[in-house]
């Protein structure tokens, strides 16, 4: 058989497909013959298994070699979900991260170099243990699959550190064939994640799927105070949950704001459910079970409810605030309607609700003088920081403004960095490293302010131009050929 004929026979056996959809064999082909790619495709689309066939494939073709293909993702939250997925249908996969008991993780370590897996997934994070790195460089690495491949740039929406350091980790691993996949990328962020690969151009092919769903109708509409708002949301959300398997989200950006919501929403008796990131981990983990199970229909959340959220047949999203850029309502707008069915996707636009997110976007990019003055409170006052934590700090930085947000970027830059071990627990505080470059470089700290005031100015264009789908195709870089 060929190529193409065993790769199909993968996708049934496994998956339970007939045959791919879009650019999936064309993306496939190219990473079996050894070439680089970088696949920007909607949410839902079937990014994953452009790097799980051929997996399947290495792993069938060289069983001596126990080949590899390493999965990075920054998303621990995903991986347990993804790599069960995965076992259910016999596939030899598994994770490595700091979910896992030190057993946990030593026990899989072993199974690991002993060629037990054909898939691991990890965050660039781990690659920071040697004795993680040590472990690999018994492996055959023959894919590496970057998830989340936005990730990597410090111009997108949700940069890591340790994602830049991807070329470093490429060369750990022998330079293995590499796919990097989004489903949101602009033509500068797609340049930066080439360059970053430590790749040429002319050594990568970029397949684009584009962003239309059709059967997404997207819109705004203009609300003056929250009266207003919660109209606009009950007019919305009622004719969907009147239907049998309607179900939907609600996306807030203050949890202030959600729980204000959730009473009006209550005292009108529409059910629903809470989603934030001030809930206990375990209640969190029991409202997306209650929502995927369809036990809830309808839940009010901040953007931390959505990784791992793959219902098919979510029939509409709403956003109550303005989000901080086009990457992130698109992301989110991208849960609906994963079944090709019509779901609806409204912005309720309130221009007050842009000074929320100026505010948030202060917060985010503190100068070069704010990281070090943090810094030297955080290197020379260590004992008073362990003993009186944030709100010490606060007062010392932010003339103990109490809604100053900035040193909560810090800490957790400073994590992202790998040189605090946990944002959250500054009572073993203990410094690992310098100020990183980056952090002190006060022309790279203004360029990343206004690359973010920039993004939250072109969200604004969008609500305000008449074709949306073309101001939408025209952001991500859509070749004319995908209009």
């Not at 190219?30 to 949410?43: C, E, F, K, N």
């Not at 998303?75 to 016999?90: E, P």
């Not at 959505?306 to 901080?324: K, L, S």
């Not at 970027?409 to 009572?427: M, P």
Request: charged share 25%.
């Amino acid at each position: 058989m060929d190529d193409q004929q065993i790769a199909r026979e993968c996708l049934d056996r496994y998956f339970g497909f007939s045959d791919f959809r879009g650019c999936q064999w064309p993306v496939i082909q190219r990473t079996l013959q050894g070439q680089h790619s970088m696949l920007i495709m909607p949410t839902g689309g079937g990014k994953s298994l452009c790097f799980q066939i051929p997996a399947l494939i290495c792993a069938a073709r060289q069983p001596d070699r126990k080949p590899l293909t390493m999965v990075l993702s920054p998303l621990i939250a995903l991986m347990k979900d993804q790599v069960d997925g995965l076992r259910k249908r016999r596939i030899h996969a598994t994770f490595i991260n700091s979910s896992l008991t030190r057993a946990e993780r030593e026990k899989r370590c072993a199974q690991l170099a002993d060629g037990r897996f054909s898939l691991l997934y990890v965050t660039p994070e781990r690659f920071r243990k040697p004795e993680f790195r040590e472990l690999i460089s018994r492996r055959h690495v023959v894919l590496l699959a970057v998830d989340e491949a936005h990730c990597i740039s410090e111009w997108g929406h949700d940069f890591r550190p340790d994602y830049s350091r991807l070329g470093e980790i490429r060369e750990l691993l022998g330079n293995p064939v590499t796919i990097a996949l989004t489903a949101t990328a602009t033509p500068d962020v797609q340049a930066d994640i080439i360059r970053q690969l430590n790749l040429q151009p002319e050594e990568i092919r970029t397949f684009h799927e584009g962003i239309d769903r059709p059967n997404l109708q997207l819109s705004v509409e203009n609300v003056w105070d929250a009266d207003e708002k919660q109209q606009a949301m009950e007019r919305i959300i009622q004719p969907w949950l009147q239907q049998p398997a309607g179900c939907g989200i609600v996306y807030f950006t203050l949890i202030r704001t959600l729980e204000e919501f959730s009473e009006r929403l209550q005292k009108s008796g529409l059910p629903h459910v809470c989603y934030h990131g001030d809930l206990e981990r375990h209640v969190r983990r029991a409202v997306q079970d209650q929502f995927m199970l369809g036990d809830a229909r309808l839940v009010l959340a901040t953007n931390a409810f959505g990784m791992g959220v793959d219902r098919e047949n979510i029939r509409f999203v709403v956003h109550a605030d303005v989000p901080g850029s086009l990457e992130s309502l698109y992301q989110e707008i991208g849960r609906a309607g994963r079944d090709g069915l019509p779901s609806e996707c409204v912005l309720l636009y309130d221009e007050r609700d842009l000074n929320t997110q100026m505010e948030f976007i202060r917060w985010s990019n503190p100068d070069a003088e704010f990281f070090q003055r943090a810094w030297h409170l955080l290197t020379h006052s260590t004992e008073q920081v362990r003993a009186f934590g944030i709100d010490w700090l606060r007062e010392r930085l932010c003339d103990r403004n109490r809604h100053d947000r900035r040193i909560e970027t810090v800490l957790s830059l400073l994590q992202r960095y790998g040189v605090i071990e946990d944002e959250h627990n500054l009572e073993q505080l203990e410094l690992t490293g310098e100020l990183p470059a980056p952090l002190a470089d006060q022309e790279l700290r203004a360029a990343q302010l206004l690359n973010d005031q920039k993004r939250l100015y072109s969200l604004v264009q969008y609500i305000h131009c008449d074709d949306r789908r073309q101001f939408l195709r025209t952001y991500f870089g859509v070749d004319p050929a995908h209009m």
